[in-house]
């Protein structure tokens, strides 16, 4: 059974860079079938896509956040991971891996990011 | 980035029946769209329910009841979600999401309270 494990500091201070590891374990991150990504939830609010990854390393951002994140992919150690800089109290949420199939979809459990100083 | 419209509330008795409407931009065809539903839980991730595309390509989430089962209605350009002999653990909000360009598009979700 496919797991995703997000880490990474609960707490950012403002202006600083968000960074997060999502560790997928009981299966390939260099599968053909699936893509990665990140999506985030703010309290009490919807769900917003941030940036997805393919093994190959192609990269696909949200428009409203391409000029502040950065996905990549490590293959060797089964990981992808976050980067999101200039952050802003906005910017605090559950943050979401989860891996893609045109047959549907697994997500880890989420970590919250709290923005603040 | 299209936006998905969904009702923010909807509501009905156990026992009964629940359909949750996902309704595209005019500009996007429903038809061209696999449609995925998610159920979430306060203070959980969402779980992946389903999605669908057509009769003949569609797909239930590992261990989710076939009570829960979509389609779509072309004339209004939305997707469907519809919850049979509804339970009080159906109570959650329902999010739909399609998939252009490998970015995943959400609605805004609906809350669906069982009375």
């Known amino acids: 059974q496919m797991q995703l494990q997000e880490s990474g500091p609960g707490l950012v201070k403002p202006s600083e860079t968000l960074s997060l590891t999502c560790t997928v374990s009981?299966?390939?991150?260099?599968?053909?079938?699936?893509?990665w990504g990140w999506i985030r939830q703010p309290p009490g609010k919807g769900l917003e896509w941030i940036a997805t990854?393919?093994?190959?390393?192609?990269?696909y951002y949200n428009p409203s956040l391409r000029s502040r994140a950065t996905i990549s992919v490590d293959t060797s150690r089964n990981q992808f991971s976050l980067e999101l800089n200039s952050v802003t109290a906005a910017d605090t949420a559950v943050y979401y891996c989860a891996r893609h199939s045109v047959a549907g979809d697994f997500w880890g459990q989420g970590t919250l990011v709290t923005v603040s100083s | 980035q299209p936006v998905l419209t969904q009702p923010p509330s909807s509501s009905a008795s156990p026992g009964e029946s629940a359909r949750l409407t996902c309704t595209l931009p005019?500009?996007?065809?429903?038809?061209?769209?696999?449609i995925y539903w998610y159920q979430q839980k306060p203070g959980s991730p969402p779980r992946y329910l389903l999605y669908?595309?057509?009769?003949?390509?569609?797909?239930?989430g590992s261990g989710v009841p076939s009570r829960f089962s979509g389609s779509k209605d072309a004339s209004a350009n939305t997707g469907v979600l519809l919850i049979s002999g509804l339970q009080s653990e159906d109570e959650a909000d329902y999010y739909c999401m399609i998939w252009p360009s490998n970015a995943w598009v959400f609605g805004g979700g609906t809350k669906l309270t069982v009375l």
């Open positions: 005019s500009d996007i065809s429903v038809d061209y769209y696999s």
């Open positions: 990854v393919y093994y190959t390393g192609s990269t």
């Open positions: 669908y595309s057509s009769d003949s390509d569609k797909g239930q």
């Open positions: 009981g299966g390939s991150i260099s599968s053909y079938s699936y893509y």
